[in-house]
């Protein structure tokens, strides 16, 4: 009599690591380990940064941290550095909706459907490897030096990559859900919308947080051209006028604001998907 088939678990929900100490193999720390572990980085960081021992002509182009924090509350409260940050924002934001909705439903059906993948993939897959400010020039005399031109330069960054990642994070669903979906009456748009999207919408989100970090990456490239406001712009003139502490209070700004919408991301995964752990 032949073996029962056996049928390999979901990749959800992980399995939880198991404590264990600091060196272990994918042993788990305790969050308060963990915490006192990311504040020992960042003092000494900051600790070596502050007294690196630097000239009078070292401290210009080398500011201590103390000083560009100083730098970085002038901005705020003289020099109307919210709206610069608030234009970056809002540039990021549509730029990566932008790129979302394009790569989402062709992720996706690339991912579902290997006939769509045959088709698009040898054409998506190519501009991977096409830095993003090459085509700059090309945006300059399509679009201008306006809003459009640095919206396009940061889609033109994340998407393609997107579209990839979205089409293998698609296959990662295991084949029985559709399988058990079709036993049960579901037709092919159904078990994708109803079966393959919503198995795969946490392993999505992941991806949309890696490439929201890359998205980040771009702006300076994208406000550097005939841009007025802007964090990249700031850091723009600054140069010019060698005030490396503005340049460097940009990049802490920068930094800052891809943390905390990894932070938002990440908490809205959890919120969306409690079941997982990881």
């Keep these: 009599m032949p073996a029962a088939a056996t049928i390999p678990a979901p990749p959800f929900p992980a399995a939880p690591r198991r404590p264990g100490r600091g060196f272990d193999f994918l042993a788990s720390l305790p969050p308060r380990t963990r915490l006192l572990l990311a504040l020992a980085a960042w003092i000494l960081f900051l600790g070596l940064w502050q007294f690196f021992p630097r000239s009078p002509e070292l401290a210009t182009l080398f500011p201590p941290p103390s000083r560009v924090a100083a730098t970085l509350g002038e901005l705020f409260t003289e020099k109307d550095y919210l709206q610069d940050v608030l234009a970056s924002l809002r540039r990021i934001g549509l730029s990566f909706l932008i790129a979302c909705a394009i790569a989402l439903p062709l992720g996706l059906l690339m991912g579902a459907f290997p006939a769509i993948e045959a088709f698009l993939n040898p054409l998506v897959s190519p501009f991977r490897y096409l830095p993003a400010p090459s085509f700059l020039p090309l945006l300059l005399v399509w679009l201008g030096t306006g809003e459009e031109q640095k919206i396009a330069l940061l889609v033109i960054g994340v998407v393609w990559f997107l579209i990839s990642l979205i089409m293998d994070d698609t296959k990662r669903v295991p084949l029985e859900f559709l ?100």
Excluded: H, K
Aim: positive net charge; glycine residues 8%.
């Design 179 to 278: 399988e058990c979906a079709r036993t049960l009456g579901a037709g092919r748009w159904r078990g994708l919308f109803a079966v393959l999207l919503p198995a795969a919408l946490p392993f999505f989100m992941d991806t949309m947080r890696q490439m929201l970090a890359v998205s980040w990456t771009y702006l300076v490239i994208a406000e550097i051209v005939a841009s007025t406001d802007g964090i990249g712009a700031v850091m723009m003139r600054a140069r010019r006028l060698v005030r490396m502490d503005i340049v460097m209070a940009g990049i802490l700004t920068i930094g800052l604001l891809g943390l905390a919408s990894d932070l938002l991301l990440r908490g809205l995964r959890r919120a969306a998907f409690p079941y997982l752990r990881n």
